[in-house]
Structure formats: C-alpha cells, structure tokens
C-alpha cells in the first residue's frame, strides 16, 4: 500500500489522457485566460475584503498587506506557470502534486482545492449578496430581515457567535442557482459573460481610483497611525510571537491583514486549472496568470489607498465598503453605479471560481479517486463536468445561505496558502527528478524563487487565527477517510503498479495482480521507475 499512497503519476500518463474522447475542448485563448483570471481576482477583494481587513485588521497599512500578499502571489504564480506550460490538463495544483509529490499528498491538495473553491465561493456568494441588498436600499427596497443574511455572525472583539435575527441569506442562494445553470450550459457561454462582466468591472475600478482620489483626506492615514493595529500580526498555533491580538486573541497588523485578503488572489490559481481548454496552453496559460496577477495587483494597492483616504478605517462598512465609502463623503449618485459594478465584478468571480471548483474533482475522478461515473461525466452535447458542477452549486448554496462572511473568508485562505506551498515545493522536486523534462515556461532563479514563496505562504498560514487551523485539519481528516475507505481502492495507479509488479513475477499483499475492472487507461509500465 505504501508503494501506491507514494506513487507519482508519469508526466507521459498526464499527456496520453489528453488524447481520449473523454476531454474539454480547447477554445480559450491568452486574452480569454486573463479575462478569466481577472474575472477571479476583481471583485471580491476589492468590494468586501478591503473593508474587513481594513476595519479588523490593519486600518491605512491595508495597502502594504496587498504588497505582501501580492509578493507571495508572484513566487507562487511562477511555480503555477512552469507546471502550466509542462501539464496542461485539467486539475492545477492537484495534478502537478501527482507528478511530484505521490498520490497521497496529490489527494491532500485535491481535497484542499475543493475547500479552497467550494468555500471561496459561498464568500463571494455572501459579498454579492450585500451589494445586491445595497442596491436595493438605494430605490428604497428592503428584503425582510429573515432572508438577508445568514443566522449568525462572530464578533471579532469578544471571539464569540451571535445571532443576527435572519434565517438565510436569500439572494447568495439566488446567484449561486443562476451561475450553476449559466456553468452547465457551457464554457464558451460561460467565458462571454465573464467577459462583459469584466470590462464592466475594471471600468468602474479606474472610476473608484480616479474619483475617489479627489476626495482623499490624508489625515485619515495618520489620525490613528498609519498602521493602528502594527505591522506585523504573527502567530504559532494561537500563541502570538509578534505583534497584537483582538479581543477573541487573534494576530492583527499588517502581515495579518495580508492573509485575510490573501483569498483575493487565487484567481491566477484558477487560469491553470482550465489549461486542458486552452488553444496552446504552454504559452497561453503562463501569459494569462502573469498578466491578471501583476493588473491586479496594482489596481488592489490603489483602491485600498482611496478607500482608507476617503473614510477613517474604523468607519468602514465592511459588507460594503466601496459603495459606502462614496456614500460617506456626499457622492450618493455614485452608489448606485458602484453598487452594480460590484454585484457584476462579484458574479464574475464567482462564475470562474465555481467553473474551476468541478474541474479538479473532474482531475480526481480520472484517477479513480473519486467515483468516475459521477465527477467524471461529461455532458454529451454541452462537454461540461455537469453533474459534478450541480453538486458544487448545491454545496456553495448552503454554505454561502447559513454562514457569515468572516468565518468564510477566513476559511478558505489557509487552503489557498497550502496549496501555494505544495506547488512551490513541486517545482523543486520536478526540477530534481525531472531535470529533462520539456519546460516551455522556467521559473526563474531556482531555487530561490519556490524557497522564498514557500516561507512567504507559511508565514502568512500562521498569521490566521488559531482556528483556521483546526478547520482545516478536521476537512484533511475527512479527507483522509475518503481516501482510505474509497480512493486507494479505486485508484488508477493501483492497476499500474499490479501490472508491474506481475511483469516482474510479483504481487503486492492482499492485492490481485489483475482485476476485469482495470481502468484502459492504466497500462504496465507507467509507473514511476524512480519508486
């Protein structure tokens, strides 16, 4: 069993799988891929997750917090387009986890990507909804109480839940059933909405940096301190080693900050996962991941000086801080147009977050750790991983009706940070046992760029509060489980290394060297020699 929990899938295997009539079809082009990442990256970073860690967190630094996490992302992003442009297939850093790493700790990436997207997309869900609901106060529209938010929150001052008087949050249930449909139709479909979503978005983001830039009142940096709450905010495991805690003795500062609105970067993330439908993915995918992640990252820095230029930090709305922001300062008219680029920029993330979320378990479900027959059935006429996409959006409707934005957004960064480190890991170990291998896009100057993003994604990871962890230990758990009782026994690499072992006249303990129910895709010979 060990021989299998540790074997690498071949990058020849991951190659020949594109051949088969079960693929995606390959339509998305370098400008498609970056509209994609875009798609992903603005949004909710910009319209829920300024306020909160400006508000909780960091007060002005909040613009340094995006220095950071953007630094992170750039290491990390390279470490994705290397393995992009040498395996794109479907599956990001699940699959290069497989070639590297072994298939345990390609299940442990797996089921950490389905937390990363399933719960990242219940917070974008969460943030639509609040500027859905602002747009509606703007016509003088109220929804009742019970069904405009979810039936609880945590109050970061005294660590503890409270309710909120509602039952569910209506409308993240409502986006979260349209772009499911909008998903099974099709990825051509889905890609032309992202599209106009985005242009609409970007748009009214130069109009909030470029506006807003006359109403910034420098004294709202320095009143209380550029950085009220310090410039760091690390902990090791709930015990805080530099910098202050809230009231609930959590980490705050800076570097705090910059792992609460780390979730606002994974869209670069997400281009790779859509390699398998690019039109020439060693070239296109490395192009789309650069370009959305360094656009981004310019754009955040800037909004997140207006915003905290505009309003005093601890005077942010933190369910909808750029829409409110104008509010603040007299520019009421302007609500209303920023209330509609938000709800369009946080469909769109949510879109692409949810359009990658099916393709990972799609990944899974080829190497039989997942049930095939449901996670990897395509749609004859529409070519989409239909059934696996129905369930995502049953998954993130109830997530996203039933728990608070905090604990949400929260949640998911320690997931998006984990699988940075493994990706960056991967390179270093590819590069190893792979030295040959054809790299049509090299990360440079290794191996100091995969070092440096991993201890910049680890540093960030014990930067969460004490719970994130726990959280995601008890998910790994689960996974485990999963595993265990059902993936190893059904795994494609199980057959591959049965036929070789019997091609050498041996057989593993209680494992029949052939099975009638061998997958055709797992001919002898394909394992790893290096085992």
Not at 503 to 516: E, F, L, T, Y
């Amino acid at each position: 069993m060990s021989n299998q929990m540790f074997a690498r899938k071949p990058l020849e295997m991951l190659l020949e799988e594109l051949k088969g009539e079960n693929r995606l079809r390959r339509i998305l082009g370098p400008w498609q891929l970056t509209s994609l990442g875009v798609g992903a990256i603005i949004g909710t970073g910009i319209f829920v997750l300024t306020g909160i860690a400006a508000h909780d967190k960091t007060g002005p630094a909040l613009m340094l917090s995006f220095v950071v996490a953007g630094i992170a992302c750039v290491f990390a992003a390279l470490c994705y387009a290397e393995f992009a442009s040498m395996v794109p297939v479907a599956g990001s850093a699940y699959t290069y986890a497989y070639a590297t790493l072994g298939e345990l700790f390609a299940w442990i990436i797996g089921w950490d990507l389905v937390l990363e997207y399933a719960v990242g997309s219940a917070t974008v869900a969460h943030g639509w909804s609040k500027y859905f609901q602002a747009l509606l106060d703007y016509f003088g529209i109220y929804l009742p109480k019970a069904i405009s938010n979810a039936p609880f929150d945590y109050d970061p001052t005294t660590g503890h839940l409270m309710g909120t008087g509602s039952i569910l949050d209506l409308p993240a249930l409502f986006i979260t059933a349209v772009v499911t449909t909008i998903l099974v139709k099709g990825i051509q479909e889905s890609t032309t909405f992202n599209n106009a979503m985005v242009l609409l978005k970007v748009a009214v983001v130069f109009f909030v940096i470029i506006v807003g830039a006359y109403y910034v009142d420098t004294s709202n940096w320095t009143s209380a301190g550029f950085a009220p709450y310090g410039y760091t905010g690390i902990s090791f495991f709930g015990n805080t080693i530099a910098g202050m805690k809230d009231g609930a003795g959590a980490p705050v500062g800076m570097i705090a900050g910059a792992a609460t609105i780390f979730f606002a970067y994974i869209g670069f993330d997400s281009i790779s996962t859509h390699s398998e439908e690019a039109k020439n993915p060693q070239r296109d995918v490395p192009i789309g991941i650069i370009v959305s992640l360094v656009l981004c990252t310019i754009l955040y820095i800037a909004v997140a000086a207006v915003l905290t230029g505009m309003v005093r930090y601890d005077r942010i709305n933190i369910d909808a801080p750029v829409s409110d922001a104008f509010k603040q300062v007299g520019l009421g008219w302007a609500q209303l147009m920023i209330s509609v680029a938000a709800i369009a920029g946080i469909t769109s993330v949510l879109l692409v977050m949810m359009l990658s979320q099916p393709r990972v378990l799609l990944a899974m479900a080829r190497d039989g750790l997942v049930p095939k027959s449901f996670f990897g059935a395509i749609h004859e006429k529409f070519r989409t991983p239909w059934k696996s996409t129905i369930l995502t959006g049953i998954f993130v409707g109830i997530m996203a009706s039933f728990l608070p934005l905090r604990i949400l957004a929260e949640l998911v960064n320690i997931g998006t940070l984990f699988a940075f480190v493994v990706v960056c890991a991967a390179v270093l170990i590819m590069r190893r046992t792979h030295p040959n291998a054809e790299r049509p896009f090299r990360v440079p100057l290794v191996p100091l760029v995969p070092i440096l993003g991993i201890l910049i994604c680890l540093l960030l990871m014990f930067s969460l509060p004490v719970e994130n962890w726990y959280r995601l230990f008890i998910w790994l758990g689960i996974g485990f489980v999963i595993y265990f009782l059902y993936g190893r026994h059904h795994s494609v690499m199980k057959y591959s290394l049965a036929h070789e072992l019997a091609a050498h006249g041996a057989s593993p303990a209680g494992q029949a060297v052939a099975d009638p129910d061998a997958p055709p895709n797992s001919p002898a010979g394909r394992v790893d020699p290096k085992l």
